[in-house]
């Protein structure tokens, strides 16, 4: 696993190398909408929260996705994660509900890839 901050970018580059070694076209992550950072290459998603909750995150910031190196614009990310099921916050499916937050998580996942 690789925590992704401003300090520690990871690279399109390394995402389709990571993607290529666990799942072939997709590389779990968990951002932490909060902190700005992510975690990524897991074999679960939940393996990245717990790491991110170890450093202090809580659990309502961070969400699960999936990423695609090989596509582009929306296709890039997918929100879809069991640790998203959070009717507690509002969110009733392995999405993210809350459009507010996808696009923030988008922003986020720009801002820590350099492209």
């Known amino acids: 696993m690789k925590l992704v901050t401003n300090e520690n970018k990871t690279s399109l580059k390394e995402l389709k190398e990571l993607s290529s070694q666990m799942f072939g076209n997709l ?3 968990v951002v932490d909408v909060d902190k700005k950072i992510m975690v990524i290459q897991a074999e679960l998603h939940a393996d990245e929260e717990a790491i991110l909750m170890q450093i202090g995150s809580l659990q309502k910031n961070l969400w699960g996705i999936n990423l695609y190196p090989d596509l582009n614009g929306k296709d890039f990310i997918e929100f879809d994660s069991m640790i998203n099921l959070r009717p507690s916050q509002g969110n009733t499916s ?7 937050v996808q ?8 801002e ?4």
């Open 112 to 115: 820590l890839l350099e492209i």
């Open 94 to 100: 392995r999405g993210v509900d809350d459009e507010k």
């Open 27 to 29: 590389v779990k992550a």
């Open 103 to 110: 696009k923030e998580t988008r922003k986020i996942v720009a």
